[in-house]
C-alpha cells in the first residue's frame, strides 16, 4: 500500500489534539524562524485557540523574530489575539531555584531540617546531584518552565491549549524522557537499601515519620505521567528544522533517531534555505546555480531518507524574516507547499524591518 | 469479434483502483499509525545505523555512524562485582540517597510556591505537572508498595562463569606466588645461611663467591628478608592489579562481609567520607600483609626445622 505523505505541516497546523510541539534542530538553521511560523500558522487557522510559544534557547531570539520584546512573562504579539510568546532562561530558573532553596533552608534552621537540606544544597550539592543522574538538570530545568506557564495561565486568567517550545540548539532539552528509566534503577537501589534498613532508616533521616519508599515510588509514577504526555504522538510531536548540507542532514538524522530512543513522536522536517535555482531563469547566478546543485544532492538523499515523513522545502528569502508581516508571509509555504513557479516573487517581498 | 484488450495493463489500473479506494478508507488517524509503524521499522533491526551509514559513505565522512537505537543495552565500563551483581559506578551507589532526599525536598518545596498548592484541582489544559510532585509534600501514605528488590536477580551464566574464572586465575596467581617464593627463595636462602658449608653448594660455586657474602652473614637476615618481601609483594601486587584490569572485575567489594555492611549505612551518617573505599583499600592492603606473615611464619617454621635436624 502506498502512503503519500504530504510536504507540508497542514495536518499539525490544524491539529485539535496536540498540546505540545518542540521545535528543534542544530544552531543556525532557522529553527525560532520555524517556530514563529508554526505558531503563527496555528494561530490563524485556530482562532479560537490559546497558543504559547516559549524559548528555552539562553541566546533568546523570539524579541527579535517577531521585533518587539518578550521577557519571562507571557505577552501576546502585537497583532494577534491568540498567540503569545514567552522567553524563558532554565538553567537561570534552575539557579534560582536553587537560591531560594538555599535561602529557605537558612531561615528554617531552628527547626532541624534546615541543617539537612542547607549542607545538601550548599556547596554545589545540586551539582553534584544534577551532575550524576543523566537528564535530571534538564528535568528539573523543564519542571521549573511548566511551573511558570501554569502561572502564567493563573495570572492571566487563560489557559494555553498548545503550547509550541523553540529549543536550544544542544539538543538536550528532552534528554530527561530517559529519566523515569534512570529513576527506576536508582529506585530500585534504593529500595533495596530501605528494605534492609527498614524503620531505622526513617528515624534518621528526621521528623515527619515520612514513608521514603512510597515518596519516592509516588516521584517516579509521576515522573511517568510526564514521560507519557510527551510520548503520546496524538499530544506531543517534534518537529526537526534542517538546511540541505551533509553535516546538517548528519546532526538531523541523529536527533531523530535519539528521540525514537525517548519514543517520541517525530514524523516532520523543515528543510529551510533552499535557492530553488533552476527556476530563477531572471538572475541566474553561477553561485547559486553551483550551490543548488549541492543541496540538490542532499535534498535527493533527505527524500529518500525520509519518504514517510512531511518534508517542508522552504525557501532562501531575499531578505530576513523578521516581525509579523514578514512571518506570516513565510508561514504560509508550511501549510501549502511553496511553489518555486508560483510563489517565486513572495521571496522578494518581505518588508524591510525599520 | 471483440476489441482488442491489454489485460496486465487492465489489471494493474484495477490494482491500483483498489489501493486508491482503501487509502481513501483510512481514517486520518489510522493513516498516522500506518506511517509511524512504517518509521519505526525502518530504525530497528540496524536500520538506524545503515542510515547513518549511508549518509556518512557518500560524503565520505568520518563522523560516527554508530546509533544510539542499535547500541547494546547493557551498561559500559561498569565493572562487575565478584559477588556476581552488576552495580552501578559507585559514585551513583554511594550517593543515591542524598540524591534522592535532596530530590524529594526540592519537589516538596516547590509545592510551597505560589499558586501552586497541593489542593488545587487538576488542570485540564496545561497539566499540573509540578502539583504533581508538590503533593508529595502532604505525606501522603506509601503507594502500592515497593516492590520486592530484597533479593539480587540472579546472576547469567555467562557473567558466572567471568566470576569463577577470575578467582581461579586469582589463587592461580596467588599459589604460584607462594611457590616461587618459598621453593626458590626462601628456602635455598635459609638452607644457606644455616648451612653455608653443605656439599650441596659445591655444585653451585655461585653461592661461594664474594658477591653471596651478605646473604651468608646471618646478622643480615633482616635486611635481605625485608627487601625480598617487599620486591616480591609489590610484583604480586602488580601482577593482581593487571589480572583484575583484564577481567573488569574487582574484588572484595561484595564477598567480604565488612563491605556489605559498610555499604548499607548512608552516606552522611558516619562523619568519615567514602568510608566503603577506605575500607576496600584497607581490605586490599590487609591481603598484601597476610602474605608477608605467611612468609614470616614459614620461614619461622624452616627455621626451626633447619635448626634442629
Redesign the interface.
Known amino acids: 500500500m502506498d502512503l503519500t505523505v504530504e510536504p507540508n505541516l497542514h495536518s499539525l497546523i490544524n491539529s485539535t489534539t496536540h498540546k505540545w510541539i518542540f521545535v528543534g534542530g542544530k544552531g543556525g538553521v532557522g529553527k525560532t524562524t520555524s517556530s514563529c511560523s508554526i505558531a503563527i500558522q496555528m494561530a490563524l487557522s485556530q482562532p479560537n485557540k490559546q497558543f504559547l510559544l516559549i524559548s528555552t534557547d539562553p541566546a533568546h531570539n523570539l524579541s527579535d523574530a517577531f521585533g518587539e520584546k518578550f521577557g519571562k512573562d507571557a505577552r501576546k504579539v502585537s497583532g494577534m489575539d491568540n498567540l503569545s510568546c514567552m522567553e524563558i532562561d532554565p538553567s537561570a530558573a534552575l539557579k534560582d531555584m536553587n537560591d531560594m532553596a538555599v535561602s529557605r533552608a537558612n531561615s528554617n534552621g531552628s527547626d532541624g531540617q534546615g541543617d539537612d537540606l542547607g549542607s545538601l544544597l550548599q556547596g554545589g550539592a545540586l551539582a553534584d546531584l544534577t551532575g550524576s543522574i543523566p537528564g535530571i538538570d534538564e528535568a528539573l530545568s523543564f519542571m521549573e518552565v511548566m511551573k511558570h506557564i501554569k502561572r502564567q495561565e493563573q495570572g492571566e486568567g487563560e489557559t494555553f491549549d498548545t503550547v509550541i517550545f523553540d529549543t536550544a540548539p544542544t539538543g538536550h532539552t528532552l534528554r530527561f524522557l530517559q529519566l523515569p528509566n534512570t529513576l527506576s534503577k536508582l529506585l530500585d537501589k534504593f529500595g533495596e537499601i530501605t528494605n534492609k534498613l527498614g524503620p531505622m532508616l526513617n528515624s534518621f533521616m528526621g521528623a515527619g515519620n515520612v514513608d521514603i519508599s512510597g515518596k519516592l515510588n509516588e516521584l517516579k509514577a509521576n515522573v511517568e505521567t510526564i514521560r507519557q504526555q510527551f510520548t503520546d504522538p496524538d499530544l506531543t510531536t517534534f518537529v526537526c528544522v534542517c538546511i540541505s548540507e551533509f553535516l546538517s542532514l548528519y546532526e538531523t538524522e541523529r536527533l531523530i533517531q535519539e528521540l525514537i530512543s525517548y519514543d517520541m513522536d517525530v514524523n516532520s522536517i523543515i528543510v529551510n534555505q533552499l535557492l530553488f535555482a533552476e527556476n530563477d531563469q531572471e538572475h541566474n547566478c553561477k553561485r547559486c546555480q553551483a550551490r543548488w546543485k549541492m543541496q540538490r544532492k542532499y535534498l535527493d538523499q533527505i527524500d529518500e531518507l525520509y519518504e514517510d515523513f512531511h518534508v517542508i522545502k522552504m525557501p532562501l528569502c531575499a531578505g530576513e524574516i523578521r516581525g509579523l508581516n514578514n512571518l506570516t508571509k513565510f508561514s504560509q509555504f508550511l501549510d501549502k507547499e511553496y511553489d518555486p513557479v508560483a510563489d517565486g516573487k513572495v521571496i522578494y517581498e518581505l518588508e524591510d524591518k525599520e | 469479434m471483440g476489441i482488442c484488450t491489454l489485460p496486465s495493463l487492465t489489471a494493474s489500473n484495477s490494482i491500483k483502483q483498489r ?1 486508491t479506494v ?2 481513501a478508507e483510512l481514517t ?1 488517524a489510522e ?2 499509525r ?3 509503524e ?3 521499522q ?2 530497528s533491526n540496524g536500520g ?1 545505523s545503515s ?2 551509514n ?3 559513505g ?2 565520505s ?1 568520518h ?1 560516527n555512524a554508530e ?3 542499535d547500541a547494546p543495552s547493557i551498561p559500559t565500563g561498569t565493572p562487575v562485582e565478584s559477588s556476581g551483581v552488576a ?2 559506578a559507585s ?3 554511594s ?13 516538596a ?2 509545592g510551597q ?4 498548592g497541593s489542593g488545587s484541582p487538576p ?1 485540564s ?9 508538590s ?2 509534600n502532604t ?6 508498595g ?5 533479593q539480587a536477580s540472579p546472576m547469567a551464566p555467562i557473567n558466572q562463569a567471568a566470576l569463577d574464572y577470575h578467582d581461579y586465575l586469582l589463587n592461580k596467581l596467588k599459589a604460584w606466588t607462594i611457590l616461587v617464593k618459598w621453593v626458590f627463595f626462601l628456602l635455598p636462602y635459609l638452607f644457606l645461611l644455616t648451612r653455608p658449608n653443605a656439599a650441596v653448594w659445591s655444585a653451585f660455586a655461585f653461592a661461594q663467591s664474594a658477591w653471596f657474602a651478605p646473604l651468608r652473614n646471618p646478622s643480615n637476615f633482616t635486611t635481605v628478608f625485608a627487601t625480598f618481601e617487599f620486591l616480591s609483594i609489590s610484583i604480586y601486587y602488580q601482577l593482581l592489579k593487571n589480572v583484575e584490569h583484564k577481567s573488569k572485575i574487582r574484588n572484595l567489594q561484595d564477598t567480604n562481609k565488612l563491605v556489605k555492611l559498610v555499604s ?1 549505612v ?1 552516606e552522611g ?1 558516619i562523619p568519615i567520607p567514602n568510608l566503603k573505599g577506605k575500607i576496600v583499600t584497607a581490605l586490599q592492603y590487609w591481603d598484601l600483609l597476610s602474605m608477608l606473615i605467611t612468609d614470616i611464619s614459614f620461614v619461622l617454621i624452616m627455621l626451626g626445622l633447619l635448626t634442629y635436624l
Open positions: 489501493h482503501e487509502m486520518e493513516k498516522r500506518l506511517l509511524r512504517r518509521r519505526q525502518k530504525f538506524a542510515r547513518l549511508k549518509i556518512t557518500q560524503a565522512s563522523l546509533s544510539p537505537l552495580t552501578p559514585k551513583n551507589d550517593s543515591a540517597a542524598p540524591q534522592f532526599d535532596l530530590l524529594k525536598q526540592l519537589a518545596m516547590q510556591g505560589p499558586g501552586s488542570d489544559s496545561t497539566p499540573d505537572l509540578f502539583s504533581l510532585l503533593s508529595m505525606g501522603m501514605p506509601g503507594a502500592e515497593t516492590p520486592s528488590l530484597g548499607l548512608p551518617m
